[in-house]
């Protein structure tokens, strides 16, 4: 039996292939990185939802998602400039884990442009009545009732802008990790791109 070999610049070309995987799942909706697991810290408790990978940005190495001004995990983030992303693809068995420090972009140039870019069916998310996450003494979708089944008008959908907050993932750690039948391979990138075999 043959075992493989993996140098370092192998580790490095499957870096370089898996952010290329990001940049595609931007505009694939059924790409497995098109949506990841963001995990923030409330108080001294972690919490994790999904959320939808909106830019990447290769180098300096950057992910972008957008978010309700007004939801928890908004303040989280205000409270707390670190948090972690996950992200894996089934079908080529791959998990990348990132530590990550934010910068948050709101009512500045950077959102005014990433607004003018969402379109009329996205910016209904943020003309709800009800802050996100926050208590329903009965059911209610949060958007505005006329639209429950069209898009805003582009005049009315500007009354959501208020509420649109646009995050940048400034990526300080990587662990990627390849699930092989002749051998895992794990491997972590860090801020000065040091390279390191982990044990998987
Ligand atoms: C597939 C999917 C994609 C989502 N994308 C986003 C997103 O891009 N931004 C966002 O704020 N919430 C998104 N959500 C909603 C959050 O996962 C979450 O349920 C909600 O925002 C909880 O907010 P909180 O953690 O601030 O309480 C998404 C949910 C799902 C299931």
Redesign the pocket.
Known sequence: MTIKKIQKSDLLAIYQREKKHLISAVKEGNSAYH?FS?S?I?NQQP????????KVNESPFRLF????AR??????LKNNKFCSTLFYDQSRRIQMRMKCSIDIHYNNDVTQRVWNNTALQSRK?YMGPYN??SKLNKWHPNVPLQYIDKDPTKEDSEQGYKNFMHIQLNIVEADILELHYDGHVRFQVLDNNEINFLSA
């Open positions: 949506i963001l923030t409330n919490e994790s939802r999904m959320v939808v990978l909106r998602f957008n978010l309700d939801s928890p995990k908004s303040n989280q998310c996100p996450s």
